[in-house]
């Protein structure tokens, strides 16, 4: 990827996977919204958001780090730093 997104891009964009592909209120997307609890996706979805943002972005978040992940923010700290 030749460009470096800045974390309001990432967030943007997660939230519009989010949206579209696991048909999420856009009301309940915020930075502090617990992927599992509170946007109720499970290990299978983690797994297909995973996907999807690394074809944005081209990179990978490793299983390990991708583990640790819980709250929309984790996602986008995650992948920021790996941009």
């Given amino acids: 990827?030749?460009?470096?997104?800045?974390?309001?891009?990432?967030?943007?964009?997660?939230?519009?996977?989010?949206?579209?592909?696991?048909?999420?209120?856009?009301?309940?997307?915020?930075?502090?919204?617990?992927?599992?609890?509170?946007?109720?996706?499970?290990?299978?979805?983690?797994v297909d958001l995973a996907v999807r943002l690394q074809q944005f972005t081209d990179k990978r978040i490793s299983p390990e780090e991708f583990k640790q992940i819980k709250t929309l923010e984790d996602v986008v700290e995650s992948l920021y730093n790996l941009l």
């Fill in 1 to 46: 990827m030749d460009k470096k997104y800045s974390k309001e891009d990432i967030f943007n964009k997660l939230c519009t996977i989010l949206e579209e592909e696991f048909e999420i209120e856009k009301s309940l997307l915020s930075k502090d919204a617990n992927l599992f609890t509170d946007l109720d996706l499970d290990s299978v979805d983690a």
